[in-house]
């Protein structure tokens, strides 16, 4: 099994520009979570999906931020426009049942300049 | 009140001591808790999960609930250098009608040989 798979690892882009992370859970997971992680705030929970339905977006700061997932392999995490702030790694998780064991991805290294 | 406290550390121990990380949640009603390791600038991978009361034991990790307290620890016994990493708790709490896994800060561990 590969894992969670997340692209890509490192990203570093301007103020103002728009930015896209990737995420493929493992074969068979219902679940998706996208994660932030910050050394002030933790990590966070930002959004989660259940058979490629966004359930609960309580955890997305603002309008700026947005998910997708089109199907069950695949979901983006979407930033537009990238504000310094939103420097931080992104994390994607999956899981088969809900309240189950997460399984993470390597995590995004987002830089916003 | 934060949902999952834990001690940020550094917790130092000696080599072949045992290591003993505390968390305490908010949520009475959480019923399954759940210890991450974190290397730095790696992603979070789970040591253990507990759901009853009392002790679990997996080779030199124990976890340990007292859900009267709120309170759940893990022990690392014959603690190695290798054990050095972040430990984050995360509990199951039911929020804005959803079921979420929150996480603590996380207490940093370092084992000296």
């Known amino acids: 099994d590969a894992g969670v798979i997340q692209s890509p690892r490192h990203e570093v882009t301007e103020m103002g520009q728009e930015v896209t992370l990737r995420c493929k859970p493992i074969?068979?997971?219902?679940?998706l979570f996208w994660y932030r992680q910050t050394m002030m705030r933790g990590l966070e929970l930002l959004i989660y999906?259940?058979?490629?339905?966004?359930?609960?977006d309580s955890g997305m700061p603002e309008d700026r931020f947005s998910a997708k997932m089109p199907n069950a392999s695949f979901s983006t995490l979407k930033i537009q426009p990238s504000e310094p702030r939103d420097s931080a790694v992104y994390f994607c998780a999956s899981t088969a049942r809900r309240a189950d064991t997460q399984y993470f991805g390597p995590g995004t290294r987002l830089t916003v300049l | 009140q934060k949902e999952v406290e834990q001690n940020s550390g550094p917790l130092s121990v000696p080599e072949g001591a045992i290591a003993s990380l505390n968390c305490t949640y908010s949520?009475?009603?959480?019923?399954?808790f759940f210890w991450y390791r974190q290397y730095s600038g790696k992603s979070p991978e789970l040591i253990m999960f507990i759901y009853s009361n009392g002790d679990k034991e997996d080779g030199r990790f124990t976890a340990q609930l007292n859900k009267a307290s709120q309170y759940v620890s893990l022990l690392i016994r014959d603690s190695q250098p290798s054990d050095s990493a972040t430990y984050l708790c995360?509990?199951?709490?039911?929020?804005?009608?959803?079921?979420?896994?929150?996480f603590g800060a996380g207490t940093r561990l370092a084992v000296h040989p």
């Open positions: 995360a509990v199951i709490h039911f929020s804005g009608g959803y079921n979420k896994l929150i």
């Open positions: 949520d009475r009603g959480s019923q399954s």
């Open positions: 074969s068979g997971h219902d679940y």
């Open positions: 999906f259940n058979n490629n339905v966004p359930i609960d």
